[in-house]
């Protein structure tokens, strides 16, 4: 009980990670289809120098997200890679097209005839793997997966073309959105470009809200009882009330310049991702995946045999143990150092 | 198509795909790091240049590589949910660890790609090394899931559910090691090759002697690999002729168990008379290949039910194919160390250039076609003895669906590589005549 705990809790940390920063990279790539008219290539020029030598790092929260289902919960796994396989592999596709498009975007030195569409694919992919990433989410949730089905379309299509997935996608995307929004406004280095991304934070806070209520509206529409769900668990409900809190100081540093409120801004919307996310898993807790007949996929009735969850856990504490150390070096010398040079 | 042959064919095609990234991710960076290497010692700027043009391909194909082999481990869940039900558990911790193996990669190559003025020279080439040492350990931890589908162990098999399981066993089977040790060099070997010949192309073309420098970087790797390489794969076949004598029967297709029976040198098998046209034989040779021992017995594929050959013909052209190029790419080793030691004249003029640049699929070609035997040869099975393919495959239809699709994707993603490669190469040609001027 206490492994399969510490293993989901892994999990858990993992997809955390994933959304904060992998989030933050694709929120970046989203930001660049809202350019406005001012700034435009120094906005363009903060996104690329932020994420350049972070974004791979960043994403291989989901590799480890993926291994562990993969070791721990296989039927979990297997379940997923059939049923979503589609939307799986639209964020694949999504993102090695991003990753590929922003390479070259800084690398092809070869002449500049190719930079508007590298741009153009960086921002379009990165909206469609958000996109993706939130069908994904809105189908574990909402329950048309039929894991005894033979039809194709029943097997690969059904359990997540539905509006309630369409709004987590766009949900998503504007979650991601916010957040890089968030994150750049600490990055910017001039007056004018912070005002710009503080802005943009306020601006796609309300697209936040509007697909919020959508995705909530969809749930209902399609007789799905969310909102029930969502304020019958007292942790979803106490993540709802914190989160709604934080809007207030949130709002009043949003407004003012100087590094105090910069930093707050920062802390406090990272803090309301992680509490939108912390939301969600109080309301799936413990269901990984949920069934068109209303049953589903338990992590701890589906978890894989002790002395497999016994390896996976040493596995995942030694890489621990190895990746910190090198993850913060990383950091360090890209992120803070730079920071320092700037004072 | 029927599902399992729709199956068993996008395994293959995505894995064929994949392998080629997974070699370069393993190969190129050490070569990388020789350049660099050399650079810091003796400041040589094109060596830095060529550092930096080679770190920017590593870069490219890490990123198509590692999406590439995410999509693989979504393809076995589609593919082989009865795979993975009893096999995830057993096998899944080397993928665990290649994950770990992964992710340091990926910082290191972080740091390595805009580190250049930002870390001392020595800690930025070790960041470096780490890129190249995290790509052999990912690529060893897989292997060891697939010997593990060779030489199945860690577990015991109750009724058609795993129990009793022990995952470090697993993990540390008896083919694993020979497996990882023999794709490792295989790794080197192709990549070295490729890489050579083309920088060897690119130097007939331009005539500067970056090319050159390039050239003897990775023909000195791909040349020791080579050399190496026949030693190993005769361990392998060791391995394969105590582990699966099934496997070992269809690669040198001998269907009547014999006593210093011979090595065939081409062949076409013919399954209803059980005998093989038009071969070379060399009496004894199989036996001690096989066992080191001249007349030694060697288990024929009639001692086997007939339901439990893999496809013979197959197997035995991969395998003679596979061996036939590792000897190609030895004698041209041996002629490459011969000129660099002696001639280094002979690599801008004669025919040695441009048998490098004939040379440059040789060894994907042979990884190929010794994957074929590995994975072909297991055939009925997808765990040796254990479960059948036919048994492990999605009941669900429409396979040749998504069979189509990643046809197409992979299409798509050779496209973007080339287009990229082709870029890079362009710029870097600017550089160097800019260089002169
Ligand atoms: C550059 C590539 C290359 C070259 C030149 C060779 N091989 Fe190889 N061979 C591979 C690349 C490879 C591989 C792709 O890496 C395989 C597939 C699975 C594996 O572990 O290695 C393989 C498999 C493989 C197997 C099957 C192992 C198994 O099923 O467990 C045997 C018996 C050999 N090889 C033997 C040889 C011999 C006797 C060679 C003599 C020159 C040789 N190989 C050259
Ligand atoms: C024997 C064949 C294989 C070898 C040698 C190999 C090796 C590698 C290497 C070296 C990488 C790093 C990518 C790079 O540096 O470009 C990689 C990535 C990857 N491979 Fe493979 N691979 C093999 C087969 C597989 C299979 C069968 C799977 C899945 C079932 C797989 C899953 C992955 C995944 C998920 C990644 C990206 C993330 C990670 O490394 O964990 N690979 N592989
Ligand atoms: C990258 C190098 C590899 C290549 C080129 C390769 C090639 C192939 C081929 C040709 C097949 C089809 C065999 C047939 O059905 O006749 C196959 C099947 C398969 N391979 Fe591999 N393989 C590689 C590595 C691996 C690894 C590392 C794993 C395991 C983790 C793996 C797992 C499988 C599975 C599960 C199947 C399907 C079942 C079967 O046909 O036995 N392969 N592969």
Request: charged share 15%.
């Amino acid at each position: 009980m206490i492994l399969i705990t510490s293993i989901i809790a892994f999990l858990g940390v993992a997809l955390l990670f994933y959304v904060l920063f992998a989030g933050a990279d694709f929120g970046g790539g989203i930001l660049e289809l809202f350019l406005g008219k001012n700034l435009r290539k120094e906005q363009r020029a903060l996104v690329t120098r932020a994420m350049a030598p972070v974004w791979e790092a960043n994403h291989v929260w989901l590799v480890l997200a993926i291994v562990i289902l993969f070791m721990g919960f296989p039927s979990i796994y297997t379940t997923m890679s059939v049923s979503l396989h589609l939307p799986l592999m639209a964020v694949l596709v999504g993102i090695v097209f991003r990753g590929c498009a922003f390479t070259f975007r800084h690398y092809d030195t070869y002449g500049k005839e190719f930079f508007s569409l590298y741009s153009r694919a960086f921002a379009l992919s990165s909206v469609w793997t958000s996109f993706f990433l939130g069908v994904l989410g809105g189908a574990m949730i909402f329950g048309r997966i039929d894991p005894r089905t033979l039809g194709f379309a029943e097997s690969y299509v059904a359990p997540w073309l539905n509006l309630f997935c369409l709004a987590m996608g766009l949900f998503t995307v504007c979650l991601f959105a916010f957040l890089a929004a968030v994150f750049l406004t600490g990055e910017a280095d001039t007056r004018e470009l912070r005002a710009v991304f503080r802005r943009k934070a306020a601006l796609a806070n309300g697209a936040l809200i509007v697909t919020g209520a959508l995705v909530f509206a969809f749930a209902e529409w399609g007789g799905h009882p969310l909102t029930k769900e969502f304020f019958a668990s007292p942790l979803s409900l106490t993540c709802f009330v914190t989160a709604s809190i934080l809007w207030f100081p949130f709002w009043r540093s949003l407004r003012r310049e100087g590094r105090g409120p910069t930093l707050s801004v920062r802390v406090i919307g990272v803090a309301i991702v992680a509490l939108v996310l912390f939301g969600w898993y109080a309301v799936q807790f413990p269901v990984a995946v949920r069934f068109a007949d209303g049953t589903g996929l338990n992590f701890y009735t589906e978890a894989a045999p002790g002395p497999t969850l016994n390896a996976l856990l040493v596995a995942l504490i030694a890489g621990t143990l190895l990746i910190f150390p090198a993850l913060g070096y990383l950091f360090k010398v890209f992120k803070w150092e730079t920071l320092e040079q700037k004072r | 198509m029927d599902n399992l042959f729709a199956a068993r064919s996008q395994m293959a095609l995505s894995l064929g795909f994949h392998i080629i990234f997974a070699s370069i991710g393993m190969a190129m960076p050490f070569f990388m790091a020789a350049s660099h290497w050399i650079f810091l010692k003796h400041k040589d700027p094109d060596y830095r240049r060529l550092t930096q043009a080679w770190s920017k391909g590593v870069a490219i194909f890490f990123a198509v590589g590692a999406v590439s082999g995410t999509a693989l481990s979504f393809e076995l869940g589609l593919l082989f949910p009865g795979f993975m039900k009893h096999a995830g558990p057993i096998i899944g911790m080397p993928f665990s660890w290649e994950g770990t193996a992964f992710f340091l990669e990926a910082i290191a190559l972080g740091l390595f790609l805009y580190g250049w003025d930002r870390l001392k020279p020595w800690v930025h080439w070790g960041s470096g090394l780490v890129v190249g040492i995290s790509g052999v350990a990912s690529a060893f931890f897989v292997i060891c899931a697939n010997a593990w589908m060779n030489s199945p162990a860690g577990f015991d098999w109750n009724g058609g559910n795993p129990i009793n399981i022990d995952p470090w066993a697993a993990m540390f089977n008896d083919a694993a090691f020979l497996q990882g040790l023999h794709m490792t060099v295989a790794a080197f070997q192709a990549v070295g090759f490729a890489v050579a010949g083309l920088h060897s192309w690119l130097g007939l073309r331009t005539r500067h002697a970056f090319h050159l420098k390039a050239v003897k970087i990775a023909f000195t790797f791909a040349a020791v690999a080579s050399l190496v390489q026949p030693i190993v794969g005769d361990f392998a076949a060791k391995s394969v002729a105590r582990r699966q004598p099934i496997k070992l029967a269809a690669m040198e297709s001998l269907f009547e168990t014999t006593k210093s029976a011979p090595l065939l040198i081409g062949g076409i098998p013919d399954l209803e008379t059980g005998r093989n046209r038009f071969a070379i034989e060399l009496p004894g040779m199989l036996s001690f290949l096989a066992f080191g021992k001249f007349d030694a017995e060697v288990k024929g594929l009639n001692d086997f039910p007939r339901e439990h050959w893999p496809p013979v013909a197959v197997v035995h052209y991969a395998f003679q194919l596979m061996v036939a190029l590792g000897s190609l790419m030895a004698l041209l080793s041996v002629a490459g160390l011969f000129f660099l030691w002696k001639r280094p004249e002979q690599f801008t003029r004669g025919w040695f250039p441009k048998a490098l640049v004939g040379a440059i699929p040789l060894g994907f070609i042979a990884i190929e076609a010794g994957w074929t035997v590995t994975e072909v040869g297991r055939q009925p099975w997808i765990i040796y003895n254990v479960l059948k393919t036919a048994d492990a495959v999605t009941p669900r239809p429409g396979v040749v669906y998504t069979l189509a699709l990643y046809a197409f994707l992979y299409l798509f993603l050779t496209a973007v590589v080339t287009f990229l490669m082709w870029r890079q190469t362009l710029s870097l040609h600017r550089e160097l005549r800019e260089g002169e001027t």
